[in-house]
């Protein structure tokens, strides 16, 4: 839809922020994702479900994946999502500094499922005032927010 008006009428579409990083101690030329107190990343278009979390998107941790048309294995990786479960993940990362601070739930975040649905429209008609998704997604989100059974 951007794209289709920037062509007909010269109108640009909405800037998106970048992702909050900082220079590697390591390595000046790697950047490093910055993260929110629950582990997510912070800028970036932070849709509601970043900015009202029930969980975290982890680091991603690598995995030997077929490639068909070499029939070789490469190491692809694949985002996680962590729900806020107090820390008790199957998997335990060594580096993982947030699972110590990890909600016990969602619940025990937003206390109410009004309150999580409440929080969650503003970020929701923000995106779609935005330009970011289109108001028929922020109204979907927006009920699937509150027919969810999160913070129930």
């Not at 900015?51 to 077929?66: D, E, K, L, Y």
Request: net charge negative; hydrophobic share 40%; with cysteine.
């Amino acid at each position: 839809m951007h794209l289709d008006r920037w062509i007909r009428t010269g109108h640009a579409p909405p800037e998106a922020p970048l992702i909050d990083m900082v220079p590697s101690p390591d390595d000046p030329d790697v950047g490093v994702i910055q993260r929110d107190v629950f582990g997510n990343a912070r800028g970036g278009i932070r849709l509601p479900q970043q900015q009202v979390p029930t969980g975290r998107n982890t680091p991603s941790f690598g995995c030997a994946v077929p490639f068909p048309p070499f029939g070789t294995f490469t190491l692809a990786t694949f985002p996680q999502f962590d729900a806020f479960d107090g820390g008790n993940d199957p998997a335990v990362d060594p580096t993982d500094t947030v699972n110590a601070s990890e909600p016990a739930s969602a619940k025990a975040v937003y206390k109410t499922h009004g309150r999580y649905v409440a929080r969650f429209t503003v970020p929701a008609l923000r995106a779609a005032h935005d330009g970011f998704i289109q108001w028929s997604d922020a109204v979907r989100m927006i009920i699937d927010a509150a027919t969810s059974d999160i913070a129930k």
